[in-house]
């Protein structure tokens, strides 16, 4: 899973990158970042796999989150910027909005106004859409012209409907699509369809923030304090941020709101070689997760062996689980569900 920082200039976003990655990325109030692009992969905790080992006493393999850190965008740049391609590959963006003060730091804007920027950072992505689809659109007619094929005519049909819901102002991840209109328009990666979280840096001492929509998240994290207090052990970090009333660091808080904005679920592979966890979403089949793990699973797809985490802990491993006949044979349709130790029967 791809997220993609990005954002005006100087709000933030390297500080935040080096916070859920750990990396030392220079941060700085003058100079620009413009061409700058950071990446890094970073594993997702979760305890239960812990637990699973304890059976197994062989690697774990965490789920993995590759984070993006773009150069800053200046206000309407977005629709013509380097990163456009960086933000569609994305499986969801994390926009940094700047909520501290600091009269070294200017802001292109003239006053710090996260809701404004908020706002305006939505209106780039739906005009960066409506560029998208006109572009598309144009094409179309062309082809139309030479050749009257059904399949374009559909798709135009599509694109125009998708284009009048951008004029009223609304992002994409607002619109009720059909599975065949989102088929249709999935190899345009909208950027105004991906799923957001809008991230205040707030000065310390500010009101966290938590406010949910569809698709939408608007968070808080305190950059600064947080920055500071970066090398400390666990413990010791722990102590700082209650100084300061902070209940949750952001790196803590930030995959678990994403996973829940995403609508992502983990399920587990166990064996001698690895206990691993994998990403999915919420409502994915028996045969979209074998597919996950490896084409040839999903291909040769017999019947997957289900069993709930804790249950299989409960039971004391996959040996136990099997005679006390636990583990349930589920078809292709099985829709997993988080915390599901999946095997996999397959024909080669
Ligand atoms: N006062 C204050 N300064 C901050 C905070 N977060 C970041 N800064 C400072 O703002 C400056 C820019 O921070 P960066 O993390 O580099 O911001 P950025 O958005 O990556 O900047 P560009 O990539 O250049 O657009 C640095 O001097 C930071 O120390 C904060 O919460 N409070
Ligand atoms: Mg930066």
Redesign the pocket.
Known sequence: MILTIF?Y???????LFNLLTGQKEK???FS??KG?LHKAVVSVPDERLEKLNEFYNTKIKHAQIEYLDT??LSFGEVKASTFLDVLRRSDGLIH?VRG?S?PE?IHPAGSVNPQRDISSMEDELIISDIITVEKRLERLEKDLQRNKSKELETEKKVLIKIKEFLETNRPLREMELSDAEEFIIRGFQFLSQKPIIHLI???EGKEPVREERDNQLILSF???IE?EIMDLDEEERKVFLEEYGIKESIRDKFIRESYKLMNLISFFTVGEDEVRAWTIKKGDTAYEAAGKIHTDLQKGFIRAEVIFWEDFVKVGGFKNAKEKALLRLEGKDYKVKDGDIVHIRFNV
């Open positions: 954002g200039p100087k709000t933030g976003k390297t500080t941060v700085d109030k620009s970042s700058d150069g800053s940094v501290f600091d730091i840096n707030l000065d305190y950059g600064k920055e």
